[in-house]
């Protein structure tokens, strides 16, 4: 306050106080808004630095727990392009129960506490590798079974030769190499400096999941001309129609998608475990 001019000494003079209950005006990203939003401004003036920090109280919407990540922050009209973000700049936890939690900052403005949702996700190693083995063993089954339903359709000639059955012959292969990729996609990861290597396996990942829904997609649009739609159902190169389709279409997609940022593939991880380790995947 010693920095103000005498003029604006006078204005001030008399703190307002505003409190919002509803925090629509108020966005988050990775922080969850766990009080009402209490904004404090002395005329126009912007307050920041001050000798004494203001020290208030909110009450929390829901009590918070020991693996939350309590945080005292203020609305930052200066963020996200003027259009604000919450800020901890200059704010501290003096104290914080299941109640209330005491703030205290250095400037005047709205505030609110916040929990951080990123801090709290952590993974437990044995869920994790139980999770694992369920996952391995599953899509092994499932390549396993894939395989002989193709080579049966293979060797025996009289099986393949209606439009149905060439059509689960894509669908087969289509989740056969998505389950081959997804179970090499783990033992790949451990090469984090390939970075080339895990955007081709992650390319091929999404590629082949959205192969496997198109095909799925013309199983049931071929259902539907074989079962409605029964007569002047005839089209001329049906099966290389639909390949173009079931193909096709999930690789204009990937290529899209890699096309507009390659970083969209590749290594990533979604949560840690209590020693600070990354499940990176």
């Known amino acids: 306050m010693s920095s103000l001019s005498s003029e604006e000494h006078k204005l001030a003079s008399r703190v307002q106080f505003q409190f919002f209950q509803k925090s629509t005006l108020f966005g988050g990203d990775s922080n969850s808004l766990n009080s009402y939003v209490l904004g404090t401004s002395v005329a126009n003036l912007s307050l920041s630095g001050l000798r004494d920090n203001v020290t208030f109280t909110l009450r929390n919407l829901k009590p918070p727990t020991e693996n939350d990540s309590v945080k005292c922050m203020f609305w930052d009209l200066t963020k996200n392009g003027g259009k604000g973000g919450w800020n901890e700049k200059g704010c501290t936890v003096a104290?914080?129960?299941?109640?209330?939690?005491?703030?205290s900052?250095?400037?005047?403005?709205?505030?609110?506490?916040l929990l951080n949702l990123q801090e709290q996700v952590e993974s437990?190693?044995?869920n994790v590798l139980i999770l694992t083995f369920i996952s391995f063993i599953g899509c092994g089954i499932?390549?396993?079974?894939?395989?002989?339903?193709l080579?049966?359709?293979i060797i025996?000639?009289?099986l393949r030769k209606d439009y149905p059955s060439k059509i689960l012959m894509h669908l087969c292969t289509a989740?056969?190499?998505l389950n081959m990729v997804f179970l090499l996609d783990s033992w790949l990861a451990l090469y984090s400096n390939a970075i080339g290597l895990c955007i081709s396996v992650a390319f091929f990942l999404h590629y082949f999941l959205l192969v496997s829904f198109?095909?799925?997609?013309?199983?049931?649009?071929?259902?539907?001309?074989?079962?409605?739609?029964?007569?002047?159902?005839?089209?001329?190169?049906?099966?290389?129609?639909?390949?173009?389709?079931g193909w096709g279409a999930p690789l204009i997609v990937v290529i899209i998608v890699i096309a507009v940022n390659k970083n969209f593939y590749g290594l990533g991880h979604y949560g840690k475990f209590p020693n600070g380790a990354t499940d990176d995947l």
């Open 151 to 153: 080579m049966t359709y």
């Open 105 to 113: 900052c250095n400037h005047l403005t709205s505030f609110g506490v």
């Open 124 to 126: 437990d190693p044995n």
């Open 175 to 177: 989740l056969l190499l």
């Open 214 to 245: 198109t095909w799925m997609g013309l199983e049931a649009f071929h259902m539907y001309l074989a079962l409605v739609k029964v007569f002047n159902t005839y089209t001329r190169r049906y099966i290389l129609k639909l390949s173009l389709v």
């Open 142 to 149: 499932s390549a396993i079974f894939l395989s002989i339903t």
């Open 156 to 158: 025996f000639e009289k």
């Open 95 to 103: 104290n914080w129960t299941a109640e209330e939690t005491i703030c």
